[in-house]
């Protein structure tokens, strides 16, 4: 008893209430065995007022669950098998319309009509409905049944999924038609804001359900993915006569299905090339067992060239399984990265075969944020996820690879300079310890700061221009060229690095009393000068700026003097080149301090003068919109 919607099946007919106030209820009801009428009368609704009394006189009936066989989506449908107080053994069945309806017996089917009408009025109001069925069995049916399933469910192999749905087909058939439910299955809110801004932002969005064709279509149109202006194709089996087959001729049944698909794929296609020119966007709506044959090897091709001609693709009645090979063909085809969202069991198979699979939790269960890269509470947080995050994340990944690219030849192939000027002598130009402590100590944290705060544009505006995602798409921050220009950059500054350090030190007298620099001195004037460009360097990239930046950056390098003032008053076997060199040697003298401040000015110029002339004359988009966001400050 709920207070949404009053889905009742009457005596072998099928009314859908709907419930206006709270205190109206929801009843299901097998009616057939409970015989519910309200004063004799069919009612459109119920109040907990009117029900008080009914219940009060209702026989209780007691019913012994005998088995159960659980609800899976390959099968859509769920049984129990019930002992009545008669001793009467009963089986009641209920899921999707075609599964049940495909397993009627000739007498079962006398309001299958009327049912199958109430059931598309359902679904075209956007109602996920199901059918229930019932049959009478036997007790040594029953025995000799419950024995193999039994053994299926106690099997201990990889194929007791098969097992146990092979005992459910024996059982579940020659059913009997009770009538319809239908509940409504809200869309979440804002979901049809976050497809329309996902398409903006150039992602293709398929809708993947299990749920019937107007059911499906009724979500597209509430969605915002199918609109009104498209020309909307659909491809189904269930204008194929079924019942000029019998169970026999399975075969002809799958060649006429499989021409059929083929045809109709044809068609369709055909139809979106010419509309394509007239410049009319076309939908696909595809149903499951279309999707048997389409998915076959012979016509994947011809369905993912209409699916990706089409601007909306919208698949129902899917099973798992096929749900993962729609996920497969398109990342197969495309290569291009895909992204799964699902909430139910039914999902899994969809999120794992994804490059990205996003669980949404809620009150499907928790199966599908289990095998899911990322869980998130409703869909509409995907536009954050994606548009925002997304946009932050991959460019702060793309900046951060390449700075280590450019960080680590700036100090390696400084050494290899020196290495040339000493023919190779493998004497190196640091100290063992300024080496050991680069990448753990003086370069570190500002890359921290670069992977985790760094943000180009504010969430607000990502959301405002969803193009920006485009930037992720087209690989536009990790590009080779890109990579190749950080890698040059750090060849450039390494040069300079050398270059104005040992001629301007090596060659003249650096102290007062004219003795001229050892090597001691050499390298600790090149390796302060590689901690201030590269830690510089970061300070010009960084768009966004809190103090944890600021600490990390100008913390890093005065770590690097603290450094060198501890570690020269150690005992020159433990010091060794670098024992007091800093305070008695290197920071006395003027010269030490003139190229430090003029090595690090020379080797920012490129970048700089790069990123002025790139900015003004070809600007990205996300700088035309940091340019906005600076103007509307
Ligand atoms: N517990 C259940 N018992 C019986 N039938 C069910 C049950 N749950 C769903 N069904 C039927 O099986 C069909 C397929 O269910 P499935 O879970 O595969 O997909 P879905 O929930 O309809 O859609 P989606 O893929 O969007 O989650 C449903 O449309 C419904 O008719
Ligand atoms: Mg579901």
Redesign the pocket.
């Known amino acids: 008893i709920c207070n949404t919607v009053i889905p009742v099946t009457d005596n072998r007919n099928s009314i859908h209430y709907e419930a206006e106030s709270p205190d109206e209820v929801t009843f299901v009801i097998a009616a057939r065995e409970l015989g519910f009428m309200l004063n004799g009368k069919k009612q459109t609704s119920i109040t907990l007022h009117e029900l008080e009394p009914i219940i009060g006189s209702m026989v209780y009936r007691t019913y012994k669950i005998l088995s159960t066989l659980s609800?899976s989506?390959?099968r859509?449908?769920?049984s129990v098998i019930v002992r009545t107080e008669e001793c009467q053994l009963l089986l009641f069945c209920?899921?999707?319309?075609s599964?049940i309806f495909s397993r009627l017996v000739k007498d079962g089917q006398t309001f299958e009509a009327a049912t199958r009408d109430h059931v598309s009025k359902y679904s075209e109001t956007g109602l996920?409905?199901?059918?229930v069925a019932y049959r009478v069995l036997s007790e040594q049916e029953f025995s000799v049944w419950h024995d193999e399933f039994l053994n299926a469910t106690n099997i201990v192999s990889a194929n007791r999924e098969e097992m146990l749905e092979l005992a459910a087909e024996k059982i579940e058939r020659d059913l009997i038609l009770l009538g319809a439910t239908a509940v409504e299955d809200r869309l979440q809110k804002g979901v049809p804001d976050c497809v329309d801004k996902l398409a903006q932002a150039g992602i293709r969005i398929w809708?993947?359900?299990?749920?019937?064709l107007e059911?499906?279509v009724n979500i597209g149109i509430a969605s915002h993915l199918l609109r009104k202006d498209m020309k909307q194709i659909v491809v189904t089996l269930s204008a194929l006569d079924n019942s000029v087959f019998t169970e026999r001729d399975k075969e002809a049944h799958d060649k006429a299905c499989n021409e059929s698909v083929t045809r109709q794929l044809h068609e369709a296609l055909n139809e979106v090339t010419s509309l394509e020119k007239r410049s009319i966007s076309c939908s696909l709506v595809i149903d499951g067992s279309s999707l048997v044959y389409a998915l076959s090897r012979d016509l994947e091709k011809s369905f993912f060239d209409l699916a990706s001609g089409c601007a909306s693709v919208i698949c129902c009645?899917?099973?798992?399984k096929q749900?993962a090979l729609i996920t497969r063909l398109v990342k197969i085809n495309t290569r291009k990265t895909t992204l799964a969202v699902?909430?139910?069991?039914?999902?899994v198979g969809m999120l794992q075969e994804a490059d990205i699979g996003v669980g949404i939790s809620g009150v499907?269960g928790m199966q599908a944020v289990m095998s899911s890269d990322f869980a998130i509470a409703q869909f509409r947080y995907l536009e954050n996820l994606l548009l925002v995050h997304g946009h932050w994340c991959y460019r702060r990944v793309a900046a951060m690879i390449c700075y280590f690219f450019y960080k680590n030849i700036t100090f390696g192939f400084s050494l290899f300079c020196f290495e040339v000027y000493t023919s190779f002598t493998a004497q190196p130009a640091y100290n063992d310890w300024y080496i050991a402590f680069y990448n753990v100590v003086f370069t570190s944290l500002p890359v921290i700061a670069l992977g985790v705060f760094d943000k180009d544009v504010s969430s607000l505006l990502c959301l405002k221009y969803p193009m920006m995602h485009q930037d992720g798409v087209q690989n536009i921050f990790f590009s080779w060229p890109r990579i190749l220009g950080w890698m040059i950059n750090g060849v450039f500054s390494s040069i300079i690095i050398y270059y104005f350090a040992s001629s301007s030190i090596l060659n003249q007298a650096f102290r007062n009393d004219g003795r001229v620099a050892e090597l001691g001195i050499l390298g600790l004037t090149m390796y302060t000068c590689v901690v201030w460009i590269v830690n510089c360097q970061l300070a010009l990239y960084f768009s966004y700026f809190n103090w944890i930046q600021h600490l990390f950056i100008w913390g890093s390098i005065s770590l690097w003097y603290v450094f060198l003032v501890i570690y020269g008053f150690f005992p020159p076997v433990v010091s060794t080149s670098a024992y007091r060199v800093f305070l008695e040697a290197a920071a006395p003298s003027a010269i030490y301090w003139i190229v430090t401040v003029a090595t690090v000015i020379t080797a920012l110029i490129p970048y700089f003068a790069y990123k002025a002339f790139q900015t003004t004359l070809y600007p990205k988009y996300n700088e035309l919109v940091q340019i906005k966001q600076h103007e509307n400050r």
């Not at 209920?94 to 319309?97: E, N």
């Not at 699902?342 to 999902?347: I, K």
């Open positions: 609800f989506s390959a859509k449908r769920m209920k899921g999707a319309d599964v996920r409905t199901m059918v809708v993947v359900t299990g749920d019937k059911t499906a009645r899917t099973s798992p749900k699902g909430d139910g069991a039914n999902d499907e």
